[in-house]
C-alpha cells in the first residue's frame, strides 16, 4: 500500500523555521522598528499560552535583517531555581556559540554578575562589527515573576535577576532585547514593572484572516488534500484563527482524510460535517494544552470562564444578568471584586469577548472543552484561592483550631469571610467550630450559607447541627422550632430516618393537643383532618382509629343538623324535616333537633293545607270559566241558527249571459251560494239576515256584509234586476229588506 503523504500541518512544537509559519508580519516590523531607534532597546510580546510566542522568537532571528541585528535565543524556562552566576554563564556560553567565540568558564561568572558586564560582553562587542547589534531573545520570562512572587530563599536568580537586568538594560544600550511573557506585564510583579517600565510592549494575537487561511489550506496548495465549500470557514469558526487549534484541527483532519484513503489518485476531500466530527478527537488530543491554558487563569477568572460556558452556545452571548444568575444558583451570592472585574480581565486576555452587551468565548473549541471538562460545579473550589490573603488566613485558622485555640480560629476564619465570602472552607470550619461549642444558632446560619455554595459539601455537617439543635430545643419545650429543624433534615437528607421519627413524633403530639380544642369548638372538620394527619404519622393505633370514626360520624351529623336549620330557614320545611330525622335517627338527643323537627312537620301541615284551599279555590274559578264558556258557544250557536233559520232566499236567473262564477271559501252563518249560475237557467241562494246591500258597477254585481264584499263580474253588456228595480242604475246600493224571498235577473244581450 502507498505511503500516504506527509503531514504538513505541525501542532503543539515551537516553528524555528518558515515550514508551516504564517503571517505575524506585524510583529517583526515593529521589533525591527523599535530595536532600529537610538533611544528604545527593549520589546515586551505578550499573549496568552500557545498563541505563537516561542515561534516568532525563532523566527525573529531570520526575519530581522543581519546587519545590524545579530539575534540569539535563549530560554528561561528551568532557570529560575538556579543561582544567578549560573543563568548569567549558561547565557554566556549560548551567546559565545552563536557568535562562534570561545566558551567561557564557569568560574568566570560571579553572584554579582559584574563579570559578566566587565568581560564577556565587551568581547562580544570587539567580535561584532561596529554596525552588528546583538539582539538577546528570552522566552519564558515570566517565569522569573512568578517565582520572584514566592519569597523563596531557593530562588536567587529569581530574585536577582531582575535589577541585574533592569541595570544592564540602562548600562548596555549595544544590547537589544526581546521578550516574551505569558500575561501582561502588570498583572506581574513589582520588580517586573519596574525592569520594564521603559519597554514597548505589544500583544501577539491570533493570526489575521489571510495568514489563518493560508495555513488551513496548505495542503491543499500542495496538492495532497482538498477542502469542500465552507470547511476552510467551519475550521476558522471553531479555531478563532488561534495558530495551535488551527494547527492541531487541521493535523487530526490531514491523518483522518488518509486513514483508509484507498490507493487511487484522488486527493481525498474534507467536507463540513467532517470538520465538526473531528472536534472530539481535537478535544482529546489537545487536553494537556487546554489544561495549560486553564491553569494559567486566576482563580476568579477561573469561575468566570467555567459560567460563561454553562451559559452560552457556539456563538451565543451571556448577558451580565444571566452570569449573575449562573453564580448565585450555584450558591456563591456575593460577588467580591475580583469576580467582578474577571470578565474584564479574561476579554483582555482574549479569552472572552464583548459583544451585544455580555459576553462570549473567543475560541469555541476553548468553549467546548471547558463545558465538559470544567463545569462550574467542580470549579467552585476556586472560590477559596481567588483572595490569597482570605486563604491564607484559613489555613491559619485551622492551624489554630488542631491547637485547641478556638477562639483564635474564628477570629482568622471571620476576618477570611469578609475578604471573601465565598470561601467555602473557611465557612465550613467556622460552622463546625461554632457546632463544637454548642452554637448552634451560629454554626446553622454559617452552614446554610456553606450548602447554597456547595450542598454535597456542606450537607453532613448542616445535618449534624441541625439535629443537636433540635434536640436542645425539644429539651427547653420548643416544639415548632424543632420541628422546623427536623423538617429542614428531612429536605437535605431525605434518608435521615430518625429525623423523620421525631418529626412525626412532635407533629402528633402537636395535633392531639389541637384536636382537644377542635373537639370542644366543635370544629369537627379540622378534628377529622387532625386525626387523619396523626394516623399517617402513626397507622397501627387502634385507638386513634376509633376516634377518627367518631370525630367523623359527629362531622357528619353536625352537618345535617346544619343543613336542616339552612332549610328552615329558607322555608324549605320537607328538606329540613328529612335532616332533623335523620340527626335523631343517629343521635335522638342532639341539640335542639327533636324542636325543629316537630317545628318542621307543623309548618309543613300548614303548608299542605294551604295547598288545598289553594286547589279548591282554583277548582271553583275553572268551573265558573267552563260554565261561562259553554254560555258563549250556546249563545254563539244561537245566533247561528237563528241566521240560517231566518235567511234570505234569492232566485238568481241567467238571461242569455254566460256561466257566471259566484266566490267561494267564505265562512258567514246563513249564506249558502251556488259555485254557478248556468245560462240561461235559475239557482236559489240564501243569503243571511244581517245587514246587507247589492248595487251593479261596471258589469259586475257587488254584494256587501257587514264590511264584506263579493262581486259577480258580468263580461256581457246587460242588466242586473233585483225585484224589478235595475241595479245598474241606482246610485246608491240596494238593500234586501225584512222580505224573505227575492228575485235576482242577469240579462245579457
Known sequence: MPTPPRNPYIAGKALGDARGFFGRADVFRLVETVLSSPDQNSVVLFGQRRIGKTSILLNLRSHLPSPPFVTVYFDLMDRARKSLADVLYELAATIAQELQLPQPARADFDETGGAFRANFLPAVYAALDKQKRLVLLFDEFDVLGAAQEEHASSNPAAVAFFPYLRELMTNEPGVGFVFVVGRKAEELGIEFKAAFKASRYYRVSVLDDEAARTLVLL?????????????????????????????LMCQLLFEKAYQGHAATSDVPQVTVAEVDAIVPKVLEAGENIFEWIWDGLPPAE???????????????VVSENRLVDILQNQGIRILIRELELAPKTLIEWEMLKQADGGYRFFVELMRRWVLERKPLAKVKDELDRIVPLANTLYQAANGFYRRGMVDNAIAELQQALNINPNHLKARLLLGEVFRTQGKYDDAVRELEEAYRIDSDAARVSLENSLLQRAEVQEKQQQPDAALKDYARVVAIFPSNQAARARQAAIEAEKLASSVTDFERRESWDDAVAAYQRILELNPDNEQLQHALK?????????RRYAEGLGAMQQGKWTEAQRAFADVIYNRPD??????????????????ERGSLQLLFSRYRFLKALSILVMCVLLLLGGIATYLQLSAFEVTMT??????????????IPGLELPKQIPPNSSVTAKFPRIPNSLIARNNELQISFIGISLAYPIIETGSIVLDGRDLSRLSTPLSLG????????????
Not at 230 to 247: C, D, N, S, V
Not at 550 to 558: F, G, H, L, N, V
Not at 590 to 607: H, V
Not at 654 to 667: D, H, R
Open 550 to 558: 367518631r370525630a367523623t360520624q359527629e362531622r357528619d351529623i353536625a
Open 219 to 247: 495542503a491543499e496548495r500542495q496538492g495532497s488534500l482538498r477542502f469542500a465549500p465552507g470547511a476552510a470557514e467551519r475550521i476558522l469558526a471553531l479555531t478563532a484563527r488561534h495558530p495551535y487549534h488551527t494547527q
Open 590 to 607: 342532639y341539640k335542639d333537633a327533636t324542636k325543629y323537627l316537630e317545628t318542621a312537620i307543623q309548618n309543613l301541615r300548614a303548608q
Open 302 to 316: 477561573r469561575v468566570i470562564f467555567s459560567a460563561v460556558a454553562a451559559g452560552t452556545t457556539e456563538e451565543g
Open 654 to 667: 241567467n238571461k242569455g249571459c254566460a256561466s257566471i262564477a259566484m266566490p267561494t271559501g267564505l265562512q
Open 738 to 749: 225584512d222580505q224573505s224571498r227575492h228575485e235576482l235577473v242577469f240579462t245579457c244581450q
